[in-house]
């Protein structure tokens, strides 16, 4: 397909989804999980679609944890079938609609026909502006902060600036900045080691919907308490924050 239009570098928000809650639903319509995993991504489609023009610059998608490896190997290899077979028919649609595709965690346990459509997806995709997708897939944000650590040399004093550009090459992407808004569907609280350095400062929304049934109202209601919260990041209510660490200035 050819490539219509494009914009300047994006900008924006960064959103992080953790996208729970495949299995509830089609446990729910007495359907097999994997009917759950299929229509969940449907939503992802629908998600990138309308992302953009809610002033998301970045979108992160959790799609498979390090720690789903211990699901029945029928429901990974599924997923992994699917993850496949997702990029290899939404790759000419990222191309035409403007949004850089960038797969992130582990690649050396993916089967080799996923990575080369990771692989073909992020090469044909590498020019989009509209938005940074990234996905991911076999991720474990506590491999990837020990990951990054092993890579310093053994007398630097990295700064979080570096630390954080140190995460994007293990993470195997450009730098994102960091997470402004992390949603997760399917009603758990918690965060399941996805973006652990990165969502510092995330403010948390949790819906109790289901991620298949996750739509542009859900995405508007999340963006909007996102909106209604006031950002400190430790300063004090009202003031602009000095994002400079100023322990070491006393
Ligand atoms: C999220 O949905 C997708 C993955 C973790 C791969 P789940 O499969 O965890 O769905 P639930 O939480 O069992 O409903
Ligand atoms: C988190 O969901 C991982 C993804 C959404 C890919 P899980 O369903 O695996 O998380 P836990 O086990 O409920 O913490
Ligand atoms: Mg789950």
Known sequence: MQRTWQEPEAAGLHVGVIMDGNGRWATARGLPRAAGHREGADAVRRLVESAPATGIGTLTLFAFSSDNWRRPGREVQWLLRLFREHLRTETARCVVTGVRLNVIGRRDRMPRSLAAAVGAAESATAAGRRLHLRIAIDYSARDA????????PPDAVPSRDSFARLLS??????????????????????????????????ELHFTPRMWPDFDHADLARALADFHGRERRFGALPGTAPDLQPIAGRI
């Not at 609280?189 to 350095?197: H, I």
């Open 145 to 152: 902060i020990l990951r990054a650590a092993q890579c310093l």
């Open 169 to 202: 090459i293990v993470d195997h992407a450009p730098p994102a900045p960091p997470v402004d808004l992390l949603i997760r569907t399917g009603g758990e609280q918690r965060l399941s080691d996805f973006l652990l350095w990165e969502c510092a400062y995330a």
